[in-house]
């Protein structure tokens, strides 16, 4: 309790002065602030009140920002936002996405990348805003050409949303309309044909 009264009246925990045993509001080691120049009322550690805003936001008292009651009609920093400035010189919103992302600029719909279906698939969204089944998405890298519309991806083991490349094989749901010999043999040529164009 001592060291947190001796920063709140000096800024300093280990000043050299005696600690004082009554209430630390009821202190007044400074009548005015101790930025030169400023003869505003001291309210803590030694600043005025914006001199102490200014401290606690930026760590320097003679930072070059407008006091708190001259940036409440200030706009967020970030381009493109036209909410009031709070801390940091952004907004509200700004400043929960870079306490939770790191950046203040990512967008709501960068934050999701991927969800699971009710049947079991993960889905994902990819840079050019699709949204792809992932194991759709990595076998087509992994041949290196979209799907067909015939082609479909076989989970091995099963599981819907275990997508690593040794658990998938690509299938071909295509098959000739009817049974008959002739048509068979047609549609084998056409799907050679085409498998020979891909490759």
Not at 71 to 93: A, F, N, P, T
Not at 155 to 175: F, K
Not at 190 to 196: F, G, P, V
């Amino acid at each position: 309790m001592a060291h947190y009264q001796r920063v709140r009246q000096t800024g300093d925990a280990r000043a050299d002065e005696p600690f004082r045993q009554q209430a630390w509001s009821r202190v007044k080691v400074h009548e005015t602030c101790t930025v030169n120049g400023c003869d505003a009322t001291h309210r803590g550690l030694g600043y005025c009140g914006g001199h102490l805003k200014r401290f606690k936001a930026y760590g320097d008292p003679q930072a070059d920002v407008p006091f708190q009651s001259a940036r409440r009609g200030l706009l967020c920093s970030v381009e493109g936002c036209g909410r009031k400035q709070k801390s940091r010189e952004m907004c509200d919103m700004h400043i929960q996405r870079w306490k939770t992302h790191g950046d203040p600029q990512i967008g709501r719909r960068s934050m999701v990348r991927s969800w699971m279906t009710s049947e079991g698939y993960r889905v994902v969204r990819t840079a050019g805003e699709r949204h792809v089944p992932e194991h759709r998405l990595i076998m087509e890298r992994e041949v290196g050409r979209p799907l067909l519309d015939c082609e479909t991806v076989h989970h091995v083991n099963g599981v819907r949303d275990d997508n690593r490349l040794e658990n998938l094989e690509l299938w071909s749901s295509s098959h000739p309309a009817g049974q008959r010999v002739e048509d068979k043999v047609r549609w084998a040529r056409e799907i050679l044909a085409l498998y020979a164009s891909l490759a």
